[in-house]
């Protein structure tokens, strides 16, 4: 008979599960776990004849009917983690997963590289100290303090307080750059007159190459910062700088300090500041220099990257750097919406080029006419270059609404990823919150927990008692405290059988059992009112 269940079919027993299939069903996919099954496998028991499972049996139906029909369905309630799991246990190729269900199973893997990506910005870049190297070192626990303290803006309540002095003062320096350029906040060291005569009669290439229609220009020659304005700044610089170089000599990789970005932008404007600073204050001597004067406009300009200082927030607001890692996610489709931007302002340039030909003013080579295509295209529209043919017109009009098609679908694209990371980034928040605040309490209802010898004088309970007081615990019933007198009393009931410790079974069904027990007995065992309940 054996023989023969083995030629036509065989039992699979998956979790207690049975099912039953043929052989030649099995070996369509004879790579995979059920197609190499044989007598030989250590899945056979040989006394039931069948192959033996330790698994869940909740997939094994759809697994079984992959054999049967070619295609492998997954139910819609499934978790894509167990669906893994199963098709790695029975060694299937996930390419056999059905194009109606490919959707979910997808779905779960992009889900865990999302979570991995955050996993990995949030949590697994943190540069810090080996503990080796500070656990015995008092030097390095100070320089590993001080470390996470300048780094790490919620690591402590220190860090908080110094993290927001560090975002004020990088306030309070945009706002002094910001300030410096008004006029009223300059006192003026030169008359306009005087600096004509300098422009009409002296030799200085700065006075000579001025515009005296450019307020701008005039202003910056005649005036300087306010003395206030100007300590108010030298004090950030300092600040920022003694801040770096703590920073700097803290790190515990000094290589990979320099692979952040806001760090090599804080060691260019510590740079930059003080560059500027030592400029100004000898600028009689580089007056005439016209080399100097560019590099120091250019260095000047260059300050106003102070502003990215500000990205430090996305230590402290993970929303931020949740916005730059959506759109790292979406560079494919950024890309592709500047390439067919571009060609498409070619495109419609190219078009009102030669519809606005006879025209002599405006769109006067094809280059200048995408400036006006990229303006329209995004909807701004300034307005110094416009179509006044009836077919320029028209392009004008096919060019503006491509802009908006082009435009529409890429940004839809990065809101559906930024939704993405900002979603899965809160789950992780709750549960790294829930985590936190877990206490580690000792459940009151735990299974197979033995009573603590300790509550016995003598020795542990007796099987059948250790079984009445894990009832107790699962069913909440109270125990009733024993009381001592000097002689002992009957128990109410029926007399039970006595046990090699002492102790006395009840018999009465569903009853109180109880004991009264002298102050001087040896034993002083807790009995439990309990229900009878099956063993």
């Known amino acids: 008979m054996g023989e023969r269940r083995w030629i036509y079919a065989i039992f699979i027993n998956v979790g207690g599960t049975i099912f039953q299939t043929r052989m030649s069903t099995l070996k369509k996919i004879p790579d995979s776990r059920l197609g190499s099954l044989s007598p030989a496998s250590p899945e056979y028991n040989a006394e039931t004849d ?16 992959l054999y049967r029909t070619g295609e492998l369905h997954i139910p819609s309630n499934c978790c894509g983690a167990v669906v893994q799991k199963e098709l790695e246990y029975w060694k299937i190729p996930k390419s056999l997963i059905s194009e109606c269900c490919i959707h979910s199973y997808h779905r779960y893997v992009h889900d865990q590289y999302t979570i991995q990506s955050i996993r990995e910005s949030f949590e697994e870049n943190i540069l810090d100290y080996d503990p080796r190297e500070y656990r015995k070192n008092k030097y390095k626990q100070l320089l590993r303090t001080i470390w996470i303290t300048l780094d790490q803006p919620k690591s402590s309540i220190c860090a908080k307080i110094f993290n ?9 320096s945009v706002l002094v750059f910001l300030l410096s350029y008004q006029p009223y906040c300059r006192t003026q060291i030169m008359t306009f007159n005087r600096l004509v005569f300098l422009k009409n009669y002296s030799d200085i290439a700065l006075f000579n190459s001025v515009n005296l229609d ?4 005039v202003m910056f020659l005649t005036t300087e910062v306010h003395p206030v304005l100007d300590n108010i ?9 003694l801040e770096l170089l703590a920073h700097f000599l803290t790190c515990p990789r000094k290589l990979r300090f320099f692979t952040y970005v806001l760090n090599v932008l804080d060691v260019y404007l510590v740079v930059a500041m003080w560059t500027t600073f030592a400029i100004e204050t000898k600028m009689e001597d580089y007056l005439d220099d016209e080399r100097m004067i560019n590099f120091y406009s250019v260095l000047k300009a260059s300050l106003v990257l102070r502003l990215l200082r500000f990205f430090r927030l996305m230590k402290q607001f993970s929303a931020l750097k949740i916005l730059f890692m959506s759109l790292k996610a979406s560079i494919k489709e950024l890309f592709l919406l500047f390439i067919t931007f571009l060609l498409a302002s070619v495109l419609f340039a190219s078009f009102m080029y030669f519809a606005e030909f006879d025209k002599q003013d405006v769109f006067p080579t094809i280059f200048e006419s995408m400036w006006w295509a990229i303006i329209t295209m995004t909807t701004v529209g300034y307005g110094d270059m416009y179509p006044t043919s009836f077919a320029g017109k028209l392009v004008g009009i096919a060019c503006a609404a491509a802009g908006i098609v082009i435009i529409a679908m890429p940004i839809a694209v990065v809101a559906a990823n930024f939704s993405e990371y900002y979603l899965k980034n809160s789950e992780r928040r709750l549960r790294g ?12 209802c735990s299974w197979g927990e033995s009573p603590k010898v300790d509550s016995y004088t003598s020795g542990p309970p007796s099987p059948t008692n250790r079984v009445k007081r894990q009832n107790s615990k699962l069913t909440g019933i109270t125990t009733q405290s024993s009381k001592t007198n000097d002689s002992p009393k009957k128990q109410k009931g029926k007399k039970g059988k006595k046990f090699s410790n002492g102790l006395q079974k ?3 069904p569903s009853s109180a059992i109880s004991r009264k027990t002298d102050v001087n007995e040896k034993h002083n065992g807790i009995w439990y009112d309990v229900p009878d309940l099956p063993v």
């Not at 927001?164 to 309070?172: E, K, P």
């Not at 004090?235 to 700088?241: A, D, E, G, L, R």
């Not at 919150?433 to 000792?442: A, T, V």
């Open 214 to 217: 450019n307020t701008k220009q």
């Open 164 to 172: 927001t002095l560090y975002l004020v003062l990088v306030m309070l």
């Open 433 to 444: 919150q829930l985590m936190k605040n877990k206490k580690k309490k000792q459940s009151c």
């Open 506 to 508: 009840s018999e009465t």
């Open 50 to 65: 069948e192959y033996f499972f330790d698994h869940s049996p909740v997939l094994f139906s759809e697994i079984l009917d």
């Open 233 to 241: 700044d030298l004090f950030c610089i300092s600040f920022f700088t």
